[in-house]
């Protein structure tokens, strides 16, 4: 199983960025997805979820409102659209399967995304 996330990248606070995640390895279409995010000197943590039909969303209570989950099974892809970022937002974001918010494989390399004047 192998995750490549990317669309990380610099930001000024109130920007926006999309992030997408390619899956291979799995039958993509089976799997809830779910993105989590690591701040230096912090645990990683959950940032949001989606089935595997594209419903069922959850989202983490320190973004809710600004983040949207979304994913394209046809191209094995999740996504995370990122909206009016802070710099508290700042962390290395990767995607993998979820099971009861919960990530199911290794890690991918991640992207860096970073909120800073």
């Known amino acids: 199983v192998q995750f490549v996330e990317s669309g990380g990248g610099l930001v000024q606070p109130g920007g926006s960025l999309r992030l997408s995640c390619a899956a291979s390895?799995?039958?993509?279409?089976?799997?809830?997805m779910g993105w989590f995010r690591q701040a230096p000197g912090k645990e990683r943590e959950f940032v949001a979820k989606i089935d595997w039909s594209g419903g069922n969303i959850g989202v983490a209570d320190s973004v809710k409102g600004r983040f949207t989950i979304s994913r394209d099974n046809a191209k094995n892809t999740v996504f995370l659209q990122m909206d009016s970022l802070k710099p508290e937002d700042t962390a290395v974001y990767y995607c993998?399967?979820?099971?009861?918010?919960?990530?199911?494989?290794?890690w991918g390399q991640g992207t860096q995304v970073t909120v800073s004047s």
């Open positions: 390895g799995i039958i993509f279409s089976s799997y809830a």
């Open positions: 993998n399967v979820v099971r009861n918010m919960r990530p199911q494989w290794s």
